[in-house]
Each structure stands twice: as structure tokens, then as C-alpha cells.
């Protein structure tokens, strides 16, 4: 089977968190959009209360659509061990949300990147609270997926493991069946690393994959980009963009995808300049898979 293609509504982040934005609309909406399911963040959901997931699945049982994953943001690079204690238990309780909601796929982080901590502090408590919440992720059925991350929108630091070789280090201490890769180009470059040298490392352990664009804003250059760390924000010299008309090389993306049969998600993160970019996002990326696919 190959990929399927969901929609993610980045462009409401701020609205659907603080409720102003009615979730159960943003999901009858997206139905024009073009997508094959629905991306949720557990964010979105907290504004319609204790059966949020029922109202939900309601929602895209009404309306023929699927949920395609679980956008969920620990962070276990707190310096007190209580907190990093709830933080486990904050992604138990996401893997239960997961499970309301009829998807597989459940998305995980590292956490802040903290003033003061050491990389090998960072490192471990990542390891630590990941590890602790896989077997209750095997016991439900469900796959954390870890992404190559830049900053969850409620956080004031940026993600710890931003860089790749921190990226690559600590999932190089995770082997469980119930772990993967959530791959995103666009992060890549965000952090000043080149996204397909950075999938070719990854691709078989890939599980989940967001897609999106970036393109240089005018009179920038590829060097000003590689001038910054990408540890205080997006670089000024990268805008939002529709998929494909940005730096992302989506044909190879897609062969090396393809080469080792990729068959998860790609989960559109975009609608930041309107959702008919969104839309035309999606259209790309279904000509891209019957490309690299065949169908």
C-alpha cells in the first residue's frame, strides 16, 4: 500500500488551542481539502472536554474521514525528576488518546533545550522517558514517533534534540518495536542540516513523515541560512511555502522513500498563506506518490 496523505491545520495552531476555534468545524471543513485523513494535536482536543475523542470520531464518522496520527509533545528534558515523572505519564496518557481515537501513530519529542543542561543530561532523559513509555505503548498497540523536531508551539526553548547528530544519538539508544522516525524535511533545514542526506541515515526506522516547504525570503541566500544555528527561532531567511515550490527536493524524497517501501502517513503542515495552498499541497504530493509509487 502506498502512502496516504493527511492534513494537519498549522495555520489555526494558536485558535484551536485556546478554543477560539471551533475543532469539530476546522474537521468538517478539511473535508475539501484533499487530504486521505486527519493529523490531530492533543492541544486541539483539550477545549471539547473529557469525550473529546467520541465528538471527534463522531465527526469523521459523519463526514467519511480517518485519523491519521497523534501530534503529542513531552518534554522530558525537565531538570526536576517529578516533572519528568508526569511527563511519562503525560505520554501514557496520549498513547490512551491515541488509542480513543483509532490511530496507530503517536508522536514524540525530546523536550526543551534547557540554559545549563549538558547534551548528555538532555540525552538521557530523552532515553529515559521514551523508554518508560514504550511498553505501555506496546500493551496499546500503538508506534511513538519521534521527530525531527523544531519547537512545539506552547514551549519557550527550542527542542533539545534540534541537531542532528543529537537527533541520531539518542534514537541510536532506542530499539523497540514499538519506536520510529516521524521524518520532516522542512525541520531539517530549519536546524542547518541537509534534509535528504538526513533521511538516507533514518529510512528504514521512518514511521510517520510530515511534509511542508520553505523557500528563502527575498535578497537571502542559502548561506545566510547556514550562518545561524537554528536554536533561537526559524531563521529570518526561511518563509512558509506551498509543498514542492520550496527547498525541499520532494522527487528524492520520495525515491528514497519509496526504495524502502514506506507505506505510513504524510501529514501536510501547511495553510500558513491559506488553505488553498494547503490544498494544492495535498494535490502535489498525490502526483508525487503516483510518481514514486505507480498509483
Known sequence: MPPRISVFPKCYFDELCAGRM???QWLRDAKALGGEGIEHYDGFLAPLGPDAAR?????????????SLLCFSPDFTHPDAEERKRQVQRQK?????????GVRYCRTLSGQRLPGMSRAEGVQRTVDGIRASLDYAAERDVVLCMENHYKDGNWTYPEFAQAEDVFLEIIEQIDHPNFGVQ????????????PLTFLDKVKHRVVSMHASDRYLAPGATLEDLKQGDGSTGYSAALKHGETGK???????IFRILASVGYQGWISIEDGMNGLDELARSAEFLKMKRAQYYGQ
Do not use: F
Open 93 to 101: 496518557d496520549a498513547i490512551d488518546m491515541s488509542v480513543a481515537l
Open 183 to 194: 521524518y520532516d524535511p522542512s525541520n531539517a533545514l530549519v536546524g542547518g542540516y541537509d
Open 22 to 24: 471551533d475543532y469539530l
Open 55 to 67: 465528538r471527534v470520531r463522531d465527526v469523521l464518522e459523519e463526514t467519511g474521514q480517518v485519523s
Open 246 to 252: 520550496g527547498l525541499n527536493d520532494y522527487d528524492t
